[in-house]
Nanobody
Framework: QAQLVESGGGSVQAGGSLKLSCVAS????????MGWFRQAPGKEREGVAA????????NYADSVKGRFTISRDNARNAVYLQMNSLKPDDTAMYYC??????????????????????WGQGTQVTVSS
């Protein structure tokens, strides 16, 4: 059974950085479309970043463009989210997700939750002002 385990969350002051990691097991990871989502209390789950199977295509929510970078290491079955210049609005539970295939290119490419079949348990990120 597919499993995703996130790590790297924590508390940081505004302007700081964190790097989230997600390690996958139980399926052919290198063929999976991977994404990061977040959900703050009282808000809907939001797609933050996505990356194609080979890593050549990425997409980001407008709110994080230029600050967050998604990457993957297929040899380690891992996907990462480097978060820089963090803001209090970035405070949320962050989830890693895996989908059996990536969708066709579009403006909102791979940022919708319906793309994904497997989800991690989440890691909390708290940014203080």
């Amino acid at each position: 059974q597919a499993q995703l385990v996130e790590s790297g969350g924590g508390s940081v002051q505004a302007g700081g950085s964190l790097k989230l990691s997600c390690v996958a097991s139980g399926y052919t990871y290198s063929r999976m479309c991977m994404g990061w989502f977040r959900q703050a209390p009282g808000k809907e789950r939001e797609g933050v970043a996505a990356i194609s199977t080979g890593g050549s295509r990425t997409n980001y929510a407008d709110s994080v463009k230029g600050r967050f970078t998604i990457s993957r290491d297929n040899a380690r079955n891992a996907v990462y989210l480097q978060m820089n210049s963090l803001k209090p609005d970035d405070t949320a539970m962050y989830y890693c997700a895996a989908g059996r295939s990536c969708p066709r290119p579009s403006g909102t490419w791979a940022l919708g939750p319906s793309v994904y079949d497997y989800w991690g348990q989440g890691t909390q990120v708290t940014v203080s002002s």
